[in-house]
């Protein structure tokens, strides 16, 4: 047996929190392969290390004093260090290469990454086990995607004689020979190419919660939890904002058929929730969990007979792509065309894409609406239920929420709901409600 564990950063904020990992690890043999983040936030307000961080490359990059925000950073460190009683270990000269790296030539990305580094040389000498840094053996290319093959290769060919380590989360070597991280979660996905690379038999995922939850807890009192789900489920909720797991981290794991499983370093009594391929096990409900997230676009593009014109949509998304905008969804009607898109990636650009979007089809009407929020309610179950979509708007009518766009995943595994930002809460109880707390 054999087992790859991803530790998040609030399992590793502070010494406490490193004494309770420890524990962990050591409570299981198998326990072998350590994936760590960067101490995340100790209390309410605090700040990740990673962010600081990338306050720091601001600093560099303008040229400015870094010396107050290293402080921070160092002091986080260091504080650590001694909690755990390290007496005779120091990351002294980790700091000055840093520190001289980001003055030569500031990086955000080699910036980001030390918060794993550090963490993980901390990590490595807590436990006895050795270092192997994410840059020898985790590969992007010039896209700055990476590269599967060359990386699994790469992970299992260094680990092979090394029965026990810890790698840092979070980055790996660009193209370029410069240092580059995933998007922002992204130590998930490492401990998911570790895990795939050595053939384990489970990727443990620890966190600060007992799962995955059927709804956000942020927004959901206590939410029940979910037992089992399967990759694709698990894919469209983490797409679409259940941050508890990156939602590129199925894929190394995926094609070896390894299954996840979300822990709670706080409480590592409960079993959490198990992330598999493809299960027999019913969902305790209908559905399987809701996710959602707020700030999306809709851009209605109205022509008479568009439906008959070749190429139309293709053209329509081509002023899109000329400006690097890719879309959310698309639902269409026989003479309208609507396409949601990140408000953020799309604002700048809009005039752009609506001239362009004039030249390509000549529509008859453009319109933009912003403050959109996507809902998506998820369930393996949802197809052999008739009924469904019908109980999540009558749920919603009775919540006085208005639904302004409908989109059915061609999976049937899922459906989307565009509801106004300011109504998004309220229609996540209102869906919660309906299948988990009622359960008509
Ligand atoms: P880590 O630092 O361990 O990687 P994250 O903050 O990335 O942890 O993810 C865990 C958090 O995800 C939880 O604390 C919770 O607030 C949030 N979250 C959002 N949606 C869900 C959900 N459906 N189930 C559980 N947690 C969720
Ligand atoms: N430390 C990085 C972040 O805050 C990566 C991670 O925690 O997974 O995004
Ligand atoms: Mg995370």
Known sequence: MKKVVKFGGSSLADAGQFRKVADIIHADPSRAYVVPSAPGKRFDGDTKVTDLLYALYHKAAEGGDMGPVLDTIRSRYQEIIDGLQLTDFSLDDQFAEIEARLKEDPQSDYAASRGEFLNAHIMARYLGYEFVDAAEVIFFDEDGNLESKRTKKAVAAKLENIPRAVIPGFYGMGHDGKIRTFSRGGSDITGSIVAGAVKADVYENWTDVSGFMVADPRIIKDPVNIDTITYRELRELSYMGASVLHEDAIFPVRGEGIPINIRNTNKPEDDGT?????????????????????GFCTVLIYKALMNAEVGFGRRVLQAFEDNGISFEHMPSGIDTMTVVVHEDEFMHK??????????????????????????????????????????IFSAL??????????????????????????DFENAVRAIYDIFVVTQL
């Not at 198990?274 to 707020?294: L, M, R």
Request: hydrophobic share 40%; with cysteine; proline share 1%.
């Open 397 to 422: 009518a009775h919540a006085k929420v208005n639904v302004r766009m409908i989109d059915q995943g061609s999976s049937e595994l899922n459906i989307i709901i565009g509801v106004a930002n300011e």
């Open 350 to 391: 809009e005039q752009k894409v609506i001239s362009a979007i004039h030249r390509y089809v000549q529509p008859d009407v453009v319109e933009i609406e912003s403050d959109l929020a996507l809902i998506a309610v998820v369930g393996r179950g949802m197809k052999s239920m008739r009924g469904t979509a019908g109980r």
């Open 274 to 294: 198990w992330i598999v391929e493809s299960t027999c096990q019913k969902s305790g409900y209908v559905i399987t969990g809701i996710a959602g997230k707020k």
